[in-house]
């Protein structure tokens, strides 16, 4: 261990990060995430570097919420980045390199994320972990964060279907859409807006905004990105990222269009991230023959707990 890591923290500047960050910050990434596969006993198990695509998109939808800490030669030791939807404040990814660890810097981390999305409005502050890694689990415990609901990812099959798509319409009428989806948003979750998520992954190419709508109406609407996460990997799956319908009777309906939609764009299946705070939405991806695929912790500050909406869902992912 080098004597600056020795000393602690507390040499350490803040900085935003930058797009030229991206290079050094998907190392510190796969570093800092396979170690902590190593220390949960898988020790085979590497992360790859993200698609630079999908860090352009963190980094843009954070705004001043992606910040990392460098040493006195501004190498990159850590980083955190908090996303901002309206009320809804949620940190990921973020990670310390493994040298540093122990050291008083990850509570620095968090801490300031917390601070951040307070100091911003958010009255939903949250994170999502590996549900069997007890050592997150606990530190995250020590600085208010209460365990809530396991989140499933589900993958299905994409088929043709029909569906519209925010990409498919003219000017004004994407406009319209958008008001519509945020507003539909706002009865659902008051607070709650996802317009900017929308209108970023359609300016970086990366996905599209698939819709149910009836007259002029966005009765559901889901997020998905179609760009490989992975650096250097094949254009497979379609991933939703956020989600919300009217009435839980719809969910099914926006399922078959987000089916559409990855058959459109050449991929074999899509992804959708259920949190268990819905249960019927869980049967009905159990009753399409959907296969799950990972599990997630989510986790909330205490005082700062999601708000399920008394009619309709929403999902909104809390990982890039």
């Given amino acids: ?31 800092a995430f396979s170690d902590r596969y190593r220390r949960d006993g898988l020790a085979g198990v590497r992360v790859p570097p993200l698609n630079p695509l999908i860090w ?44 540093w660890q122990a050291t008083g810097l990850g509570k620095r981390v968090v801490t300031w994320g917390t601070e951040y999305l307070r100091s911003r409005g958010c009255t939903v502050i949250g994170l999502e972990t590996m549900p069997r890694t007890m050592d997150n689990i606990g530190f995250y415990s020590r600085l208010g964060y209460v365990p809530a609901h396991m989140t499933i990812t589900f993958a299905f099959d994409a088929k043709p279907a029909r569906f519209d798509a925010l990409s498919r319409l003219g000017a004004r009428d994407t406009e319209e859409a958008l008001r519509s989806c945020a507003n539909l948003l706002g009865r659902l979750q008051p607070g709650v807006d996802f317009t900017r998520e929308l209108q970023l992954t359609r300016s970086l190419g990366i996905g599209d905004t698939v819709m149910l709508r009836e007259g002029d ?104």
């Avoid at 992606?66 to 990159?76: E, I, P, S």
């Avoid at 399920?308 to 909104?316: C, E, K, N, R, Y």
């Fill in 56 to 99: 352009r998109y963190a980094l843009d939808d954070a705004g001043d919420g992606a910040m990392c800490w460098v040493d006195a030669d501004d190498r990159l030791v850590a980083f955190n980045i908090a996303h901002i939807s309206g009320v809804e404040g949620w940190m990921g990814p973020l990670a310390v390199r493994p040298e």
């Fill in 217 to 320: 109406r966005v009765q559901g609407f889901a997020l998905c990105h179609d760009a490989p996460l992975v650096e250097g990997r094949s254009h497979d799956e379609v991933r939703v990222l956020k989600l919300a319908v009217s009435d839980a009777s719809r969910l099914a309906p926006l399922l078959g269009a987000i089916g559409g939609y990855a058959r459109d764009c050449g991929t074999g299946r899509a992804t959708v991230r259920v949190q268990g705070d819905y249960p019927d939405a869980h049967r009905t991806l159990v009753a399409m023959r959907a296969r799950v695929r990972w599990t997630d912790l989510r986790m909330t500050l205490s005082g700062a707990e999601e708000r399920i909406p008394a009619t309709g869902l929403v999902f909104s992912n809390w990982e890039i």
């Fill in 1 to 31: 261990m080098s004597a600056a890591v020795k000393q602690g923290a507390r040499g350490l500047q803040m900085r935003r990060l930058m797009r030229a960050d991206i290079g050094p910050l998907n190392l510190l990434f796969a570093d």
